[in-house]
Each structure stands twice: as C-alpha cells, then as structure tokens.
C-alpha cells in the first residue's frame, strides 16, 4: 500500500504563478521528504522536514506538515519554466528503514 | 564528483534470462535501495540495504536479488525476467535510512519481452 499520495495528480499553471501541491499519508513518519523528477530521469531532492517542525522554506520552496491531519504542501512561489517536472513526497513510514513514494504531481509551467 | 552511477542505462531482453543491473556510488554513503518506478503508482521500494552484508525487502522484492558484498556497489539481480518486471529502475544512496536525502542514479530502463 502506498504511504504517501499527491494531489492535484497533474497541474498547469503559467509561468509567475505559485504552484502548490499536496501530499497525505497514512501512518507515523520521523520526517517527509520532496523531490523533483524531471521526464524520467533521476530524482533530485528538495526539501526535507521532519515530524517535530511545521514550517521549512529553501528559496523558493515552502513545506508546511501537519502531523495531526498526516499531510504536507509543497509551496514554489514566483514559478519559472524549469520548474517543470514531476514532485513526489517520500515518507519513511512506521518501519524506518523504508522509504514511501507518492505517486507524484505533475506540474507544467506555461511560459 | 558525487554521483550514483547505473547500467546498462537502456535494456531489452527476453522472459527468462538472468540479468544484472548495476548501481556503484562514490559518497561512502550506507544506506542504498532499488526502486521501480511505473506509471501511476510512483516508486516503489524493491530491496534496501543498510550495511555491507544487511540487505532487506522492501515493498515489492518478488523476483528480485540483491547484494551487498562491497559499500559501494549494490547490485539488482532478475533470475528469471518477467515481462511485468518491464519498469524503470532507480538505484539510490544516502548517509543514513531515515533523516537523509537520498540521491539517485539515472535510471535503468528494462523491458522484457
């Protein structure tokens, strides 16, 4: 079973625009993480919050997690192009040597 | 420079026949995993290791193998392909399993026929 889900599945948006996506799980994690997938390739990673902290930014990157509703957003404000891609979060779940992928949020940046 | 490195990157083959994916990294890092990635269901945990000779099964290990004989190397056996084994395949790292980013390889792209 999945831990993490993303929603909005995809996203369109037009280039200076604030993208946000969300992301729910299901059990007790130690932290969440965010990645990026640009078409296929490699994940990179993005942000990384843990289970004790509400709020997290890293430029134009804005986490917010909410332990009692077992969900996060990820905020990108002021969006370019390049930011087009596919974000996931990842969970490290009740057993902590997993990891847990959503199956992600497509965001397209309409230059 | 820092990196994860996979191969074959592409790979096609027949239902049956053994194959290894390779996954070496650079960074001392212990922890790696194996993920397949299909469309709709994101990435899924196949094997993950903690040490050298510590492996375990992730979400979905069903016909896979792997090995932990050296820290940087990780390897992903297929004994006997399936076409439902047809799937891109991550190799990941990182320091530790629970509070540290993990970085990626490029990707395997495996399509059995």
């Known amino acids: 079973s999945q831990q993490g889900e993303e929603d909005p599945q995809a996203l369109s948006i037009q280039e200076g625009e604030n993208a946000t996506m969300n992301c729910s799980y299901k059990?007790?994690?130690?932290?969440l993480q965010w990645y990026r997938q640009n078409s296929g390739r490699g994940l990179v990673h993005l942000i990384l919050i843990r289970s004790n902290e509400r709020e997290k930014h890293s430029g134009r990157l804005r986490v917010t997690l909410d332990t009692s509703k077992k969900s996060s957003s990820l905020l990108i404000t002021a969006s370019r192009a390049a930011d087009t891609a596919s974000y996931f979060c990842a969970t490290d779940a009740w057993n902590f040597n997993k990891f847990y992928f959503g199956s992600g949020t497509k965001l397209n940046v309409k230059p | 420079e820092a990196q994860v490195t996979q191969n074959p990157r592409y790979l096609i083959t027949v239902t049956g026949k053994k194959l290894t994916v390779t996954c070496s990294q650079n960074m001392n890092h212990e922890y790696m995993s194996w993920y397949r990635q299909d469309p709709g269901l994101g990435l899924r945990q196949i094997y993950y290791s903690m040490n050298v000779e510590v492996t375990d099964k992730g979400d979905v290990p069903e016909g896979y193998k792997v090995s932990r004989k050296e820290k940087r190397n990780f390897p992903l056996i297929l004994e006997s392909p399936s076409p439902n084994q047809t799937s891109l395949y991550f190799c990941?790292?990182?320091?530790?399993?629970?509070?540290?980013?993990?970085?990626f390889g490029p990707g395997t792209r495996l399509t059995v026929t």
């Open positions: 059990t007790s994690i130690n932290n």
């Open positions: 990941a790292s990182s320091l530790g399993q629970v509070s540290y980013e993990q970085y």
